[in-house]
Antibody
Framework: EVQLVESGGGLVQPGGSLRLSCAAS????????MSWVRQAPGKGLEWVAN????????NYVDSVKGRFTIFRDNAKKSLYLQMNSLRAEDTAVYYC??????????????WGQGTLVTVSS | QSALTQPASVSGSPGQSITISCAGT?????????VSWYQQYPGKAPKLMIY???DRPSGVSNRFSGSKSGNTASLTISGLQAEDEADYYC???????????FGTGTKVTVL
């Protein structure tokens, strides 16, 4: 069974840092692009960042460029999101998602259960 | 990059068909056949329902279908069932610096 499990969310003060993790299982991790997508409380979905199979290609939404870094450890089948200089508007549930269903897909399937990040003093 | 425009809500009676629109531009919906649709229940993760405009992943009911005309994509749910009551989001690949954009979301209510 294909599975993605996020961890690392929590309460952090404005200006602080947090690292999210996503553990993948049930598929060949190195064959797929991976993305982070977030959803602020009561709001819609927002794509945040993605990374290519070997980690050399990365893209970000403009609002997090220079503050967030996406990276992966293929040996550990894990995806990460390092979030620095956090702002109140970064408060959201963060989802890890595989690009799928095919390896070259521009859609997201499946998704993890999400991890909540709250930025507040 | 602005969000794609969806109606805030759509409703229908059991057995009816409903259609959710997703309006974009020639830089996203109109420029690529990379429109996807997601179903989300409250407190749950989104689930892929349609990809590449009109393809259905394995396991998704054939009551769900997708299409595109110009800069607007559509998701149609046929034979509406109570379990279809959820939020639906479209997504498109874009030519902007942000490669993906989601729609504003549509709440589907089964009357």
């Amino acid at each position: 069974e294909v599975q993605l499990v996020e961890s690392g969310g929590g309460l952090v003060q404005p200006g602080g840092s947090l690292r999210l993790s996503c553990a993948a299982s049930g598929f060949t991790f190195t064959n797929y692009w991976m993305s982070w997508v977030r959803q602020a409380p009561g709001k819609g979905l927002e794509w945040v960042a993605n990374i290519g199979q070997d980690g050399s290609d990365r893209n970000y939404v403009d609002s997090v460029k220079g503050r967030f870094t996406i990276f992966r450890d293929n040996a550990k089948k894990s995806l990460y999101l390092q979030m620095n200089s956090l702002r109140a508007e970064d408060t959201a549930v963060y989802y890890c998602a595989r690009h799928g269903p095919a390896t070259k897909s521009q859609s997201f399937d499946p998704w993890g259960q999400g991890t909540l990040v709250t930025v507040s003093s | 990059q602005s969000a794609l425009t969806q109606p805030a809500s759509v409703s229908g009676s059991p057995g009816q068909s409903i259609t959710i629109s997703c309006a974009g531009t020639s830089s996203d919906v109109g420029g690529y056949n990379y429109v996807s649709w997601y179903q989300q229940y409250p407190g749950k993760a989104p689930k892929l329902m349609i990809y590449d405009v009109s393809d259905r992943p394995s396991g998704v009911s054939n009551r769900f279908s997708g299409s595109k005309s110009g800069n607007t994509a559509s998701l149609t749910i046929s034979g509406l069932q109570a379990e279809d009551e959820a939020d639906y989001y479209c997504n498109s690949y874009t030519s902007s610096s942000t490669p993906y954009v989601f729609g504003t979301g549509t709440k589907v209510t089964v009357l």
